[in-house]
């Protein structure tokens, strides 16, 4: 089971809700919308998958990780720190 099980519907309707942002992105280049004005919008949908992918680290972080810690799988818990830094370091530089 992931760690980001038991919120999946939550998760699943974020996403879905970007969707739509997206859609209405493209809406507002189609029709020409003011250039601030699609930026905006592409500034709330970036935030709104940087707080997914905020969301799933946490929960990574809280099952993943913990799960192998406390099995007493030293290396699994130390590949699974390292896979949640390296996600740290992209969400950084996006």
Partial sequence: MRGYTINKDDYLKRLRRVEGQVRGLQRLVDEDAYCI???TQVA???KA???????LLDEHVRH???EAVAGGDRARA?????EATR????????
Avoid: F, N, P, Y
């Fill in 64 to 66: 993943c990780v913990r």
């Fill in 78 to 82: 130390d590949e699974m720190i390292t």
């Fill in 87 to 94: 996600a740290i370091e992209r969400l950084v530089k996006a």
């Fill in 49 to 55: 998958l940087q707080s997914v992918a905020v969301g």
């Fill in 37 to 39: 004005d699609v930026l």
């Fill in 44 to 46: 709330a949908a970036t």
